[in-house]
């Protein structure tokens, strides 16, 4: 693929280099991120809206991805530390349909329906298959975005999810939780074959999203001068500690210890009681929190978060809160200090955005 040198500098972000520094900074535990974004006051170029498309099209197609995305890009206003990123997830776990995973488009995500059936000991070892459709399409999405980008952009990588969320879509959810009381060991080691084709497919991607200092970035809104990438688990809302030592975590431990920068993905209350296990993951970086109820209303900076934030940054991680709103900016980094916190939220006007972030800079 011919791109040209890899991004140093960011044409849609004028002061790149010093959000940059302060995303640095957060994942070292010593900085605060504030992504914050507004509708533009006027757009960054003039680009006309993406056609109609099929759910085809809206998720796998490059050529009306790039329209869209860069439609959507150009009339973003990108406040704080926030940077014009392409977006190029399709599934709920792009890894899914790279190991064999059926794909199923709805509007509003790309679902992965199992392909191990019983019993689940005679489907071959698990690998990446570079010949199916939505590896194709992602690696063709993912070079049309970089040579697109002429220094607007940077490009994230598809979310590829691992670990037992993979094996559950594999699988199916209520198979698994009967697999990991009756088949432990088949657990364990269909894991370790996943995490051997994230790897393999994580290094693809970054080779070609890579920017000029060497780093990436991922869903989430996050970026790193190294490998980086948000990680997760969200079926051990199904199983508690023990589960977790003994098949998530040796695995989730493996993938941090091998990327440079990690955020994992805490989805909802239900997995709480994981998170001493978590927080037990030394080469882990930081935790985000998901509110199960924030899409009906619930928001991530409420003061019923603080608490765990609090215990979060006490264990030496960095935290990402999500969703938080505008007037709760302030109010959470009151309670919870800047250092090792990065806020997503929006604003109503650009000039919104541009008076939050100067108010901001005084908790740095």
Same mark, same amino acid.
């Given at each position: 693929?011919?791109?040209?040198?890899?991004?140093?500098?960011?044409?849609?972000?004028?002061?790149? +280099?010093?959000?940059?520094?302060?995303?640095?900074?957060?994942?070292?535990?010593?900085?605060?991120? #504030?992504?914050?974004?507004?509708?533009?006051?006027?757009?960054?170029?003039?680009?006309?809206?993406?056609?109609?498309?099929?759910? $085809?099209?809206?998720?796998?197609?490059?050529? /009306?991805?790039?329209?869209?995305?860069?439609?959507?890009?150009?009339?973003?206003?990108?406040?704080?530390?926030?940077?014009?990123?392409? %977006?190029?997830?399709? =599934?709920?776990?792009?890894?899914?349909?790279?190991?064999?995973?059926?794909?199923?488009?709805? =509007? &509003?995500?790309?679902?992965?329906?199992?392909?191990?059936?019983?019993?689940? &000991?005679?489907?071959?070892?698990?690998?990446?298959?570079?010949?199916?459709?939505?590896?194709?399409?992602?690696?063709?999405?993912?070079?049309?975005? !970089?040579?697109?980008?002429?220094?607007?952009?940077?490009?994230?990588?598809?979310?590829?999810?691992?670990? !037992?969320?993979?094996?559950?879509?594999?699988?199916?959810?209520?198979?698994?939780?009967?697999?990991?009381?009756?088949?432990?060991?088949? !657990?364990? %080691?269909? @894991?370790?074959?996943?995490?051997?084709?994230?790897?393999?497919?994580? %290094?693809?991607?970054?080779?070609?999203?890579?920017?000029?200092?060497?780093?990436?970035?991922?869903?989430?809104?996050? /970026?790193?001068?190294?490998?980086?990438?948000?990680?997760?688990?969200?079926?051990?809302?199904?199983?508690?500690?023990?589960?977790?030592?003994? @098949?998530?975590?040796?695995?989730?431990? *493996?993938?941090?210890?091998?990327?440079?920068? %990690?955020?994992?993905?805490?989805?909802? &209350?239900?997995?709480?009681?994981?998170?001493? &296990?978590?927080?037990?993951? *030394?080469?882990?970086? +930081?935790? *985000?929190?998901?509110?199960?109820?924030?899409?009906?209303?619930?928001?991530?900076?409420?003061?019923?978060? /603080?608490?765990?934030?609090?215990?979060?940054?006490? +264990?030496?991680?960095? @935290?990402? =809160?999500?969703?938080?709103?505008?007037? $709760? @900016?302030?109010?959470?980094?009151?309670?919870?200090?800047?250092?090792?916190?990065?806020?997503?939220?929006?604003?109503?006007?650009?000039?919104?955005?541009?008076? #939050?972030? $100067?108010?901001?800079?005084?908790?740095?």
């Amino acid at each position: 693929m011919s791109s040209g040198p890899p991004l140093l500098d960011l044409s849609w972000k004028e002061d790149w +280099a010093a959000a940059r520094q302060h995303h640095l900074d957060w994942w070292r535990r010593a900085g605060l991120v #504030l992504w914050i974004t507004a509708p533009r006051a006027q757009p960054a170029m003039e680009v006309p809206p993406p056609p109609a498309a099929s759910l $085809e099209q809206r998720w796998y197609d490059p050529a /009306w991805r790039l329209r869209q995305q860069e439609y959507s890009m150009s009339r973003c206003y990108y406040g704080g530390d926030s940077f014009p990123l392409f %977006s190029t997830v399709s =599934a709920a776990g792009d890894l899914g349909p790279y190991l064999g995973c059926p794909l199923r488009l709805s =509007a &509003e995500t790309v679902w992965c329906d199992p392909c191990i059936p019983d019993p689940p &000991e005679r489907y071959p070892p698990i690998g990446l298959d570079r010949r199916t459709w939505a590896w194709r399409q992602h690696l063709a999405m993912i070079e049309m975005a !970089v040579r697109a980008s002429g220094g607007r952009w940077l490009v994230m990588m598809p979310d590829l999810v691992e670990n !037992v969320d993979i094996l559950a879509a594999m699988r199916g959810p209520q198979a698994l939780m009967v697999d990991l009381a009756d088949r432990p060991e088949w !657990v364990a %080691s269909k @894991v370790a074959e996943i995490n051997v084709a994230y790897f393999e497919a994580f %290094s693809v991607f970054a080779a070609l999203v890579r920017d000029g200092y060497g780093g990436n970035s991922f869903c989430f809104n996050i /970026w790193g001068p190294g490998r980086t990438a948000k990680v997760q688990c969200d079926a051990c809302a199904m199983f508690g500690p023990a589960t977790f030592r003994r @098949v998530v975590a040796p695995a989730l431990t *493996e993938q941090c210890a091998w990327l440079d920068y %990690s955020l994992y993905h805490l989805d909802g &209350e239900d997995c709480l009681p994981n998170l001493d &296990e978590l927080l037990a993951i *030394e080469p882990l970086d +930081a935790i *985000e929190w998901t509110p199960r109820r924030l899409a009906v209303g619930d928001s991530g900076g409420h003061p019923r978060h /603080w608490e765990l934030y609090r215990r979060i940054l006490a +264990a030496g991680k960095s @935290v990402q =809160a999500i969703g938080v709103r505008f007037e $709760e @900016v302030l109010p959470l980094l009151d309670a919870c200090g800047g250092k090792g916190m990065f806020i997503v939220t929006s604003a109503p006007t650009e000039a919104d955005a541009r008076r #939050l972030s $100067e108010r901001v800079a005084s908790y740095r």
